[in-house]
């Protein structure tokens, strides 16, 4: 068998089973309740008894699958909240306990008839970690012990399944081997990485580590029925050729489509397979062989008149919803493999197997920009400036749901942000958070399983073995690329999907790498660019030396406006603190202590890896105390990182294609880099950066003076600028009042204003405000600065007069109100304030709760309105208002 016949099978065996959510077998359910588990050491039946139906079981634990052994004994309250203070200390680790005492049984028992005449039921497992053995009624299936964190199974259970019904299924889930060594490095010692796992579970500067490495049944467990004949792995192709506009009439697209057959009888198949588009059935005819896979092409079919799908603040994310079927004639005896192609209309007849996909067409490019020595992306023919989040994974002991999923890539979507990067230490992300950003018009960058601290990028006197050894992690090569073909195939079909990655700052061993990107990703996608690893010379040229990424840490603002760094850079961070009632959630009263520079830290703040906001919370005052301190970290949070993505912004195309932000949020309790908090409670970095995204935008870059217009849409715009200041009494001062004209997709350099501004804030510091209005009046813009006096101290601040602006409420829905606020004229400004929805008994956050805008300020005689959102289930709710100088009152909604 020549090398191409070789990888052909393999890549058609690699993946198992196509997933629930994007492609949903018509006949097929989740196994994710009633779940019970034990220590394995302590189980004394032997397999095969242990998974017989009517096996008395006693003194085992509910288990939580998908979960895992610490989310089991966790629900169980045989651990304490390791989010909470110094409790992850508490919990015993598998470095120290061994593995036997992280090794568990899980046992399932349910109800599933066989199959009739050449039906079958399937089981399949979407992840375990990390090695498994599995028994269904008395019976193993398959041949070995299966191993990998990111390879799916599939198991034939029709033969084994009870006569009357009543099933069990066992499965012995054993850690990874070896677990790593937590020794305070990255990934611990770096032997985590020997394994095709995520390596943030040994620890990270960022996190703890998860005690059993997230051993268990950690994604989704299903049954499926179909027929002989089974469809896997449809894979659809968009080609959207040319330029396009976002509205207006749209020329046709292309539409290719694929999918795997297989026959699972012992005669020859004949039948067709097809698929439902806008109300036009496309088919081919298909003969398959007994026991053959197939991979089945489908006609091209042109789409007229497409809805185009694009990122987030570029248009809409529309959305197309296929129905993938194979129709079985009668059985044949024909042996060889017969294709015919056709195009018709018409209702389709009954299926032997069938999946319902949900795609957007789009096309995406990577090109090289030149000026900027940088990758350059387009979406649709128009180059798309990135602004994007990493994402380590949403709950660091891999709780998912897709209702979290919703809400935090909702989060992301609210930033104004365009892009998310799936950090390479961590997972490939599950189907339901592809849904999401496939919802929200969030692209993705989605790493491989590497990073340069475990995989030996640098010498590290943490890791256990050196660094040439380190480059050749993980142990077992066919492993990674087994499963790394089966998560292309998992993923592909998401419009959100846009490039892929070898990993976090380093290139996987060549032997994984070349046929990653050589031949996996050729024949298994084939129309996304591939960097080989996240801060690549091929993504962001880097003529300024260092290793790409950064600065990390909080800045002063002129760092984002003066400093150029990487052209597309992967990792550029800061602070990200939440306020007091974010810490309340997991610090004990006992450690509310604030931090100061130069001082050694609260053991608790230590512990959840605070990083520090130096003496910047000074310019303010002193904090007082911790919920001081916290108010005046969310004045820094809003400043950093708006000042981020201006800065960035105001040099596309000339400095910059792209920036990722390090990082938008965190999967346990940690104090640094988020938007939001673990518990879905947004922060002020979040609306920052939403300030700084909008679609046309009007900045003040305070190092130089200068007002910039930006605009990121494909379309010139025309509008009045007016640039105003207000003293700490409200009393106002027009600078400037024009009209502006603004290139499409590019930053303007308006306005010197540096003279007049620092005779203004000089005594006290003083608010500006830059409002930009549309050709029809509408507002585009409307950012306010406070800026210190001539000391560098906002001193103005402490100062200002309480206001308490005038709230009305409207209830729009059951779970939805309009809130509305107005600073009649005459009043002091009222600064910085913060809507939260709270319970109105106990005046506890409702999370998550949705704000089309917060932190917001009213000058005198300004009114603004805010839509907010908050989950269905709560009843009794208000609004609380709470600003710098706005006393908290709750308004009901009712």
């Known amino acids: 068998m020549n090398r191409r016949i070789k990888w052909k099978a393999f890549l058609i065996g690699a993946s198992i089973i196509w997933v629930h959510g994007i492609a949903q077998a018509q006949n097929e359910y989740e196994l994710n309740k009633g779940w019970i588990c034990h220590r394995a050491s302590e189980v004394s039946l032997t397999p095969h008894a242990l998974s017989l139906p009517g096996q008395p079981l006693t003194g085992w634990l509910a288990a939580v699958v998908p979960g895992t052994v610490l989310t089991t004994l966790l629900q169980d309250g045989l651990i304490p909240d390791p989010f909470y203070g110094m409790n992850n200390q508490h919990i015993p680790d598998i470095y120290t306990t061994g593995r036997d005492y992280y090794t568990y049984w899980f046992v399932k028992d349910f109800s599933e008839q066989r199959a009739d005449g050449s039906g079958k039921v399937w089981l399949s497992l979407r992840g375990v970690n990390y090695g498994y053995d599995l028994y269904l009624n008395g019976h193993r299936l398959g041949d070995s012990t299966h191993y990998g964190m990111f390879l799916r199974a599939t198991y034939d259970i029709t033969p084994w399944l009870a006569a009357d019904g009543h099933n069990r299924l066992a499965v012995i889930v054993y850690p990874p081997d070896p677990p790593g060594n937590p020794n305070g490095g990255q990934g611990g010692d770096g032997t985590i990485a020997r394994s095709v796992m995520h390596q943030y579970v040994a620890g990270w500067d960022w996190i703890q580590p998860v005690r059993d490495r997230n051993t268990g049944i950690w994604d989704k467990v299903l049954i499926r029925k179909t027929g002989a004949v089974k469809l896997d792995n449809p894979h659809i192709i968009t080609h959207v050729p040319g330029k396009r506009r976002v509205s207006g009439p749209q020329r046709p697209a292309l539409i290719k489509v694929t999918a795997e057959l297989t026959n699972t009888g012992s005669s020859a198949v ?28 489908l006609p091209d079919d042109t789409l007229n008149a497409p809805r185009l799908w694009w990122p987030n603040g570029y248009g809409p994310q529309a959305l197309y919803h296929m129905t993938l079927r194979f129709e079985e004639n009668e059985p044949s005896g024909a042996h060889a493999v017969r294709t015919s192609n056709a195009v018709r209309t018409g209702s389709p007849p009954a299926s032997s197997d069938s999946q319902s996909l949900t795609f957007g067409v789009r096309e995406i490019q990577a090109t090289w920009n030149a000026r900027t020595q940088s990758r350059q992306i387009a979406v649709n023919g128009q180059k798309i400036f990135i602004k994007g989040g990493n994402w380590i994974v949403s709950d660091a002991m891999l709780r998912l749901s897709e209702s979290r999923y919703d809400a935090e890539i ?49 010498p590290d006197p943490k890791k256990l073995d050196n660094q040439a050894t380190r480059r050749k992690y993980p142990d077992d090569h066919a492993l990674f690329l087994r499963s790394a073909a089966d998560q292309i195939k998992m993923i592909r079909n998401h419009p959100s999907l846009a490039f892929w990655c070898g990993g976090n700052e380093i290139t996987p061993p060549e032997d994984i790498l070349s046929p990653l990107r050589d031949t996996l990703l050729p024949q298994l ?17 880097n003529v300024l030396g260092g290793n790409g990424d950064g600065p990390y840490g909080i800045q002063p603002l002129s760092v984002f406006w003066e400093k150029r760094t990487f052209p597309f850079n992967s990792e550029v961070g800061s602070v990200g603190v939440g306020d007091y009632a974010s810490l309340e959630r997991f610090m004990p009263d006992s450690n509310e202590v604030v931090p100061v520079p130069g001082k050694p830290l609260d053991s608790v703040w230590a512990y959840h890896k605070y990083i520090g906001y130096d003496h910047f919370p000074d310019a303010y005052g002193y904090p007082a105390d911790v919920p001081d301190f916290t108010r005046k970290a969310q004045l820094i949070n809003y400043d950093q990182y708006r000042g981020l993505i201006e800065g960035f912004s105001a040099h596309q195309w000339d400095w910059y294609t792209g920036v990722i932000i390090w990082k938008t949020q965190n999967p346990w309790t940690a104090m640094r880099g988020q938007m939001y908090d673990y518990y879905l409670d947004p922060n002020a970095c979040l609306y920052g950066l939403r300030k700084a995204g909008e679609s046309l935008h009007a900045a003040y870059n305070s190092g130089e003076g200068k007002v910039v217009l930006e605009n990121n849409t494909f379309l010139p ?14 009393r106002s001062h027009t600078i400037r009042k024009e009209q502006v ?10 306005a010197d204003i540096h003279r007049e501004i620092d005779s203004l804030r000089a005594t006290e510091g003083l608010f500006l405000s830059l409002q930009l209005a549309g050709e029809k009046g509408e507002s585009s813009s409307d950012n306010l600065y406070w800026l210190p006096d001539s000391t560098g101290h906002y001193s103005g601040l402490n100062h200002l007069s309480p206001a308490l602006p005038v709230v009305t409420l409207k209830k729009t829905g059951r779970s939805r109100a309009n809130v509305r606020l107005t600073n009649p004229t005459g009043h002091p400004p009222a600064f910085f304030i913060r809507l939260s929805v709270v319970d109105s008994h106990g005046h506890r956050r409702i999370l998550p709760a949705f704000y089309s805008d917060n932190y917001l300020s009213l000058m005198p005689g300004q009114t603004r309105e805010v839509i907010v959102e908050w989950p269905v289930k709560n009843e009794a709710v208000s ?16």
């Open 741 to 750: 004209a603004i290139d499409a997709d590019t930053a303007t350099v308006l």
């Open 270 to 297: 004949s039948g067709k397979i097809y698929y439902i588009l806008e109300n036009k059935t496309v088919s081919s005819r298909v003969t398959l062989p007994a026991h053959t896979t197939l991979l089945a092409s």
């Open 717 to 730: 715009r025309r509008g009045l600028l007016s640039v105003r200041t207000f003293d700490m009494k409200g």
């Open 879 to 894: 609004i609380s208002v709470e600003g710098w100088n706005v006393p908290v009152r709750y308004v009901p909604c009712r």
């Open 410 to 458: 909702r989060f992301h979507r609210d930033m104004r942000l365009n892009l998310i990067r799936v950090w390479g230490g961590a997972l490939t992300e599950r189907p339901e958070f592809y849904n999401a950003c496939d919802r929200y018009g969030l692209l993705v960058m989605q790493d491989f399983w590497n990073s340069g601290d475990c995989n030996g990028r640098w």
């Open 525 to 541: 996608d084939g129309t996304r660019w591939f960097a080989d690893y996240s801060n690549t010379d091929s993504m962001s040229r």
